[in-house]
């Protein structure tokens, strides 16, 4: 059964830094494509970014480039999202989500919220 | 404001069938696959349709996808009060190099 599962957020102060985990489990994580996504509280679905599977690929969404790197370790299953300058409207559930092709979410987590705030 | 067009409601009675459009451009839906996913309150989403028409295992085929060059539409039949959720478009974006997301379309069964 694939299994992804976010750790790691929490609240942090506009401008500071926070890490996110996804650990995958149930597939070959390292022949898939993964991307985070993500929601503000009320509002709808904004994508954030991916990665291919041998990280030679990743592409940002603009209102994070610069900012957020992601990244994985295929040796450990695991899929990460580093969020530096934090921003109120950062602020959101913060989704993985498996890739069968860009766009074709498969798989989702269930989510790990973020909340900025001073 | 979002790459993809929805319109932020829709509604229909039991049995109904509904039509949720999301109208794109060229660099998106003209040009790439249209997906749609589901999503319940408190809820992570779910993939609803992908490649434009085609349902993954599990998903009734009261569902159905349709693309016409740069807009797609979700087309839910014999509608039931399960149906209710949030119903999202996606795209690749060529010109954005990410993926595109409609605003959202709230369903009610009335």
């Known amino acids: 059964e694939v299994q992804l599962v976010e750790s790691g957020g929490g609240l942090v102060q506009p401008g500071g830094s926070l890490r996110l985990s996804c650990a995958a489990s149930?597939?070959?994580?390292?022949?898939?494509?993964m991307n985070w996504v993500r929601q503000a509280p009320g509002k709808g679905l904004e994508w954030v970014s991916f990665i291919s599977s041998s990280s030679n690929t990743i592409y940002y969404a603009d209102s994070v480039k610069g900012r957020f790197t992601i990244s994985r370790d295929n040796a450990k299953n695991s899929l990460y999202l580093q969020m530096n300058s934090l921003r109120d409207e950062d602020t959101a559930i913060y989704y993985c989500?498996?890739?069968?092709?860009?766009?074709?979410?498969?798989?989702w987590g269930q989510g790990t919220l973020v909340t900025v705030s001073s | 404001q979002s790459v993809l067009t929805q319109p932020p409601s829709a509604s229909g009675t039991p049995g109904q069938r509904v039509i949720i459009p999301c109208s794109g451009s060229t660099s998106n839906i003209g040009s790439n696959y249209v997906y749609w996913y589901q999503q319940f309150p408190g809820m992570a989403p779910r993939l609803l349709i992908y490649r434009n028409n085609q349902r993954p295992s599990g998903v009734p085929d009261r569902f159905s996808g349709s693309k016409s060059g740069t807009s797609a539409s979700l087309a839910i039949s014999g509608l039931r009060s399960e149906d209710e959720a949030d119903y999202y478009c996606a795209a690749w974006d060529d010109s954005l190099s990410g993926v595109v997301f409609g605003g959202g379309t709230k369903l009610t069964v009335l």
């Open positions: 149930g597939f070959t994580f390292s022949t898939y494509t």
């Open positions: 989500a498996r890739d069968q092709a860009p766009g074709w979410h498969d798989y």
